[in-house]
């Protein structure tokens, strides 16, 4: 086998699996992330473990449940003392780079990684904090049905400016690699912003549909007896406010799924990059997400919940120099990528976590076993009132909160969870070994009381910094001129031999 491996982690922002082609979606066309797929490991049944955007991402960065380290909400700080895989691996002598969006809250941008290429597409400070003690008001910072509604193509976005940079500074970064003295294996992460909305797409994107491919959901609210965080939810995207028509609709998923070929086109100059700098032979590349969209499935839009359009997200493991390719079956999430690439990095060495990792890892199931079987869950921000809680296992997921109903679906013979099963005298016995689960895992009363007092600090911090002089904690790529191109300090010739690739001999 070969020597310790390169990891090229590319994730994709609100990218629902069952859009793509390699998880059953017939409209898409990604031909780069089908070729991955066809050559690769696809967990069939993965995961995130917290349906928004921050808290998603510091439960994979840390492999902890966000209840466990803070980070509740797109507006929590992730501690800078919570071990990251980012530090896991650097400590294992991996260089450890960061392009893109990570959605780092606080003045600690970096939570481990080495570099970090570019700014973040989102705000670092603690202004969108929610409040759940004032449920009813809408702050302008949550999302609005103008997603929807204005969906389309255009010429440019503030979406695709971040992405265009992202991209090409991780692409560069690969060059430079390939070009330098430092012979440590890396961990890149490329972490883009689409498909997230707003639903609008250059116009080559967009062009590459056509309205009569567009499917529409499969499942409308009109069908459904609909639980109360749904209701919520609705106050919380605006739907209360505007509702689309068909129209309006049938443009926002061909708007997205134009996303999903930028996103596809991007990764394929990422992989011919990898090929051009020869590093392609011994590195491992992951694509997954941090959350996906409902797209009108039920009537919902975004995220926010845990149905499947919302909570469930590729994972596609690319690496057939050491794995062969397969699928895997059972259930496996974000929390398991942590001790996966801490194994992939330790060539089998046992590694003492210096915190609790509630994650396993997938190398077992990458080599041809069984996956971890099992994903928990919580939510804990806007739409909210108290904890959400998941548990994903077998057939069944249970969703539940102290302030709603228990939602129980069995995935198998109802994929579309039009039926919730938890108040049937057949299911009793599930659903009691469920919540007895429930308050093994999780102390809610507690966390509830932890997540008020969090959003009553930041509210006051953020209110106070907003005063006066104003220090912003958003990321500042290190650029120095005097270190790029041509300058005196080397000899002309001497210096573009360095940057020419491959070197002559």
Known sequence: MPARPNLLILMADQLTAGALPAYGGKVAKTPHLDELADAGVVFESFYCNSPLCAPSRCSWLAGQLPSKIGAYDNAA????????????????GYRTVLSGKMHFCGPDQLHGFEERLTTDIYPADFGWTPDWT???????????????????????????????EVVFAA??????????????????????????????IP????????????????????????????????????????QPNETQIRAARRAYLGALSYVD???????ATLRQARLAANTVIMVLADHGDMLGERGLWYKMNFFENACRI??????????????????????????????????????????????????????????????????????????????????????HSAADPDQLYDL????????????????????????????????LDEIHQAVLASQR?????????????????????????SRLYIRNDQELNDLEALARFPPLA
């Open 77 to 92: 700080e992730l501690a800078a003392q919570v071990p990251t895989f980012a530090h896991y691996l650097r400590r294992a």
């Open 134 to 164: 004032r449920f009813d008001e809408r702050p302008g910072w949550y999302h609005t049905m103008d997603s929807v509604i204005k969906a389309g193509p255009c010429t440019r976005t503030n979406q695709t400016d971040f992405d265009d």
């Open 171 to 200: 692409r560069q970064k690969l060059f430079d690699i390939a070009r330098g003295k430092d012979r440590r294996p890396f961990c890149l992460v490329v972490s883009m912003t689409h498909p997230h909305d707003p639903y609008v």
């Open 203 to 242: 116009e080559p994107y967009w062009n590459r549909y056509r309205d009569s491919e567009i499917d529409l959901p499969r499942v409308t609210e009109r069908e459904l007896d609909e639980d109360p965080h749904s209701r919520r939810l609705r106050h919380v995207i605006g739907l209360t406010l505007a």
């Open 265 to 271: 086109d991007q990764i394929g100059s990422l992989l």
């Open 314 to 399: 590729p994972l596609i493991v690319h690496a057939p120099e050491r794995f062969l390719p397969h699928r895997v079956s059972e259930s496996a999430s974000l929390l398991d990528i942590l001790p996966t690439l801490v194994d992939l990095a330790s060539e089998g060495e046992a590694l003492a976590y210096a915190a609790p990792i509630d994650g396993r890892s997938l190398l077992p199931a990458l080599e041809g076993g069984a996956g971890p079987g099992q994903v928990v869950g919580e939510y804990l921000a806007e739409g909210a009132v108290a904890p959400i809680v998941m548990i994903r296992r077998g057939r069944y997921k249970f969703v």
């Open 412 to 443: 198998t013979a109802d994929p579309d969870e039009r039926v919730n099963l938890s108040s049937r005298a057949d299911c009793a016995a599930i659903v009691a070994e469920f919540r007895a689960e429930v308050a093994r895992r999780w102390a």
């Open 457 to 481: 600090r930041r509210h006051l911090v953020y209110a106070a910094l907003r005063e006066g002089c104003y220090r912003p904690w958003d990321h500042q790529p290190l650029r120095d001129a």
